[in-house]
């Protein structure tokens, strides 16, 4: 859009020099269209409706107690952890977008799965605090001597029994044999250590949790965090009081993770600050009365640990986002410090404050469409358009005859500019052409002819007047630039407004109406006006041959009189 | 063509043209009792609002053999609510049930898939929560409100305050008739429908500007002479601009009857037809109004100025002098005596004609 405005100036007063005008567009229609190209972006991405696929529309809802809790903060970080949680299950190309101030739209084009994101997107999220047993790099461990060493794990399955328990010296020990599986040793000791502790087991139960505890580690082991995968979160359907495993949300780490001891409800609040002593951003958080308790018994218990065991993961949706190490015994406020930026800061502050999502969702609207249906309504737009078109040029060619030509001209650098716009705006601001914009472009053909009848009607009423077809073109243009630049901005004005206020399918309507609107503008005062001027000076045109619609004889031209006393008997009895 | 052409040269020319100043009152009359009705539609029969706005769910399937009754009387029964089945273009259906909320309606899509024998993949759900259409025309409101607002400072800035409101009055006019004939006929209220309305909005205000332009243009030094009363110069507007409002609005028309007929009844029901339909109700009514009534009520309230009263008192006495100078044309003359009086300002029917009986008879469009 930026491209029509710069034309727009130079364009008035060009003038005289229709050249410089075309020239300037002509310029303007390559840079676009060359862009087209060179993006590789060659049409218009398509919304949903036309191209099939599965939008969701979740709505925020007031929460008694909370009037303020709908506020752009809020919004923003519902919208990162939606992203977070529909891009998690593989689905590329997902797009989520906050729509007016209270709205999620989740796009998950070609109809991939629509239950399961359904189910996702509409899934409160969760967030616990979980110690970590285990921690190790991303990639999948290569050999399987440590899984073998798992049913030794049975300490951690016990502790999912008693979950303030904490893990036992074994436990440890197994877990960080674990850690450094590739080393054959360890592996080997562990092992051979472990192995024939399975069936002594002392409790009945303890063969349950032993295989609970041995898929486990064989989970961990086999686990695949490194980014660009579709990895899978494990640790989202596990239920809080069982152990998992998990991956760091950058993907960057692996963890095995306790049973949840403090749940995302018991924080009380937290904030980003930036530590005026360190120089440095920390999170601090402050607890409930029933959290503050869990939180020392946490803190206390695993400040005591060796590493990794004194660091407790705080877990979102099944990702562990932070796992700070634990140094004392914390009461009912605390805070962590890290190689934290602002935003980064801000982001753990936001989802420790808001346990999860910040509010809550309901699902307002659901639309899933197979591409055949979405396809069909695209066709229908299509031709709808084209009999639209092929309409306004038969009126056009019939009423305006030459004219027309300068008028269909017109429309088509209009469509040429719509349609790359359209296309480069895919790419960068995500403007989807979805139904109703269909229909705006096609609403807006109309208003696009508009524009040539009110100066191509002005320039008829010069020659009425008795001018010649030279000074007619350029004594109307003032006027009719005057009447086009006030009625176009009026149709901007109702598509601005709309596309501000309203959510949905309406702005995409809003936006197309608005983006031809201004369209409109560029085109006729860089196309119109100059090739009307350049063609005024052709014989057909300019001496009024009768097909060129400018014939002054067929418009009833009369000697250059004044206007008052034209009223003349001849023409008058007639008509009547 | 010529002929047009002609009719267009002596329109521009003030030497036919319609009264639509003068016969205002008959307008007015008109566009009372459409208001009137369509008050009275959506107050009796109220609108048929769609399930955007009720809650609910629209499946559209497949080309399927299976009857409209039968698929009709399965889906009531899945759903324990009311459906609306329709037959597609395309030899599918679209199954509309109302109430339905959007954690059920995958079970009935299941079901319907069942029942038609068709993929369930292949059956498209719409399904919204009832507060979705409200939150849509809550927001349809407040940006009506918005623009009405802008618009009315924009025109007062642009024009003048008496024309921001003829304007205005003439918008809230096209609103009414066209939420009236949704009222009245029963077509369906969709988001789609919102969309057109809100369109309506600019465009009805496209002719609108086009006569105003050329009223302030004309009415520019209307103080400096002695012909015309500023009325007869809204007149002459009106008809001077006719061609170019005839043309705009038939222009307007096309793509969207385009989309209405061809593009809607290819699929039945659905977005492409809500919103043209209302655009199309909206179009016409917003040309017509343009014409009969944001003009004329320019012109009433144009003549509440002291100084129009004064031109206009000038403007008759001077006629009347000249009438008793040259020939008195009986009818004029009694035509003349009436304007006199402030209250009827019915002059002159056709501005710049003098013998008004020859006027009398100018062509209606």
């Known amino acids: 859009m930026a491209a029509p405005k710069k034309g727009r100036g ?6 005289g020099k229709p050249g410089r ?35 969701i529309t979740l709505s925020a809802e007031n929460e008694p107690g909370k009037p303020n809790a709908i506020n752009k903060t809020n919004m923003d970080t519902a919208v990162s952890i939606i992203e977070r949680r529909v891009n998690g299950m593989g689905v590329s190309e997902a797009e989520v977008q906050q729509q007016g101030d209270r709205n999620i739209i989740v796009n998950i084009p070609k109809a991939t799965d629509s239950e399961q994101a359904r189910k996702q997107v509409g899934t409160t999220a969760q967030l616990y605090f979980r110690p970590v047993l285990t921690v190790a790099g991303a990639a999948p461990l290569p050999q399987q001597p440590a899984a073998k060493g798992s049913p030794s794990a049975s300490p951690s399955g016990k502790s999912s029994a008693k979950p303030s328990s904490s893990p036992t010296t074994q436990g440890r020990a197994v877990t960080e044999g674990l850690e450094k599986a590739p080393s ?53 359907h596990a239920k809080p009081t069982e ?41 601090t958080m402050d607890f409930t009365d029933k959290g503050s308790k869990k939180f020392q018994t946490i803190t206390g218990r695993l400040s005591q640990q060796p590493e990794p065991q004194n660091q407790f993961a705080i877990v979102l949706d099944g990702e562990v986002v932070s796992a700070p190490r634990v140094n004392q015994a914390l009461g009912g406020s605390a805070e962590i410090s890290g190689n934290f930026t602002q935003e980064s800061a801000t982001e753990l502050a936001n989802i420790l404050s808001y346990g999860a999502l910040p509010l809550t969702f309901h699902e307002s609207s659901v639309t899933s469409v197979t591409a055949a249906l979405g396809g069909e309504q695209l066709q229908a737009g299509l031709i709808a358009g084209a009999i639209g078109i092929a309409l306004v040029v038969i009126y056009l060619v019939v009423y305006y005859r030459g004219l027309s030509l300068i008028a269909i001209l017109s429309l088509m650098v209009s469509a040429v500019l719509t349609y790359s716009l359209m296309s480069l705006l895919g790419p960068a601001i995500g403007f989807a052409l979805n139904l109703p914009a269909v229909c705006g472009a096609i609403v807006a053909i109309g208003i696009t002819a508009d524009s040539f009848i009110v100066y191509f009607e002005r320039i008829r009423d010069e020659i009425r007047d008795g001018r010649t077809l030279r000074p007619a073109v350029e004594r109307a243009w003032p006027r009719a630039r005057r009447t086009i630049l006030v009625s176009d901005f009026v149709s901007f ?51 009024g041959h009768p097909w060129s619609g400018l014939d002054p004889k067929r418009l009833g031209a009369k000697p250059p009189l004044r206007r008052t006393r034209r009223v003349s008997a001849t023409i008058d009895p007639k008509e009547a | 063509m010529s002929r047009l052409g002609n009719i267009g040269a002596r329109l521009y020319r003030g030497e036919v043209g319609y009264d639509f100043v003068g016969k205002r009152k008959f307008w007015y009359g008109i566009s009372i009792l459409i208001t009137i009705t369509a008050a009275l539609g959506l107050a009796i029969q109220g609108l048929n609002f769609g399930i955007e706005f009720k809650g609910g769910a629209v499946f559209t399937t497949p080309k399927t053999s299976v009857s409209v009754a039968h698929v009709q009387e399965a889906a009531e029964r899945v759903s324990g609510h009311d459906a609306i089945v329709q037959k597609l273009g395309n030899g599918g259906l679209r199954i509309q049930v109302s109430g339905l909320d959007t954690k059920k309606a995958n079970a009935v899509k299941t079901d319907l898939a069942a029942g038609l024998n068709v993929p369930e993949q292949e059956i498209n759900a719409d399904l919204v929560g009832p507060s979705w259409g409200e939150q849509i025309a809550n927001k349809a409101w407040t940006g009506l409100g918005i623009f009405m607002v802008l618009v009315v400072i924009y025109l007062a800035i642009a024009f003048e305050w008496r024309m921001a409101i003829a304007a205005l009055i003439a918008l809230v006019h096209d609103l009414t008739i066209t939420v009236g004939v949704y009222a009245l006929v029963g077509f369906e209220v969709t988001p789609g429908t919102v969309i057109g309305l809100l369109t309506i909005l600019g465009y009805s205000l496209y002719d609108t500007v086009v006569v105003f332009d050329s009223l302030k243009e004309s009415s520019k030094d209307i103080t400096k002479q002695t012909r015309w009363t500023y009325s007869e110069v809204a007149n002459r507007s009106i008809n001077a601009t ?89 009818g004029f003359a009694a035509e003349d005596a009436e304007s006199l009086d402030m209250e009827h300002e019915d002059v002159a029917a056709v501005v710049g004609q003098r013998r008004s009986g020859a006027r009398g008879r100018g062509k209606r469009r």
């Open chain 1, 10 to 15: 130079p364009a008035a007063r060009a003038q």
């Open chain 1, 21 to 55: 005008a075309l020239a300037l567009i002509l310029i303007v229609m390559v840079a676009l269209v060359g862009g087209m190209f060179w993006s590789g972006s060659l049409s218009p991405r398509l919304g949903i409706d036309l191209a099939g696929g599965t939008s």
């Open chain 1, 184 to 236: 054959p040793t360890a592996t080997a000791t562990a092992a051979a250590s472990d192995k024939p502790k399975t069936p002594e087991s002392p409790k009945p139960s303890a063969s349950g949790d032993a295989a609970a505890a041995a898929a486990l580690d064989k989970q961990f082991a086999a686990l695949d965090c490194t980014p660009g995968k579709n990895r899978s979160n494990p640790a989202q």
């Open chain 1, 243 to 283: 152990p998992t495993v998990a991956c760091s949300s950058e993907g960057d780490a692996k963890y095995i993770l306790g049973p949840a001891e403090v749940e995302g409800t018991d924080v009380d609040g937290a904030k980003a600050v930036l530590d005026p002593q360190r120089g440095m951003w920390i999170v």
């Open chain 1, 493 to 543: 004005l109702a598509a601005a407004v709309l596309f501000v206020v309203t959510v949905g399918k309406v702005q995409g309507f809003a936006f197309t109406l608005g983006l031809t609107t201004l369209l409109d503008v560029v085109v006729v005062f860089l196309f119109t006006k100059p090739v009307m001027t350049l063609l005024a000076r052709t014989k057909f045109f300019g001496n």
């Open chain 2, 242 to 330: 006719l061609v170019r409002s005839i043309n705009t609005t038939a222009v307007a028309l096309m793509p969207v009857a385009g989309l209405l007929f061809i593009g809607g009844g290819f699929l039945g029901a659905g977005m492409l037809n809500d919103i043209s339909l209302s655009l199309f109700v909206g179009l016409a009514a917003g040309a017509y109004s343009s014409i009969f009534i944001a003009t004329p009520l320019v012109a009433d309230l144009k003549e509440l100025d002291p100084q129009m009263k004064a031109l206009k008192k000038r403007v008759l006495a001077k006629r009347a002098a000249a009438d008793a100078k040259g020939e008195p044309e009986t």
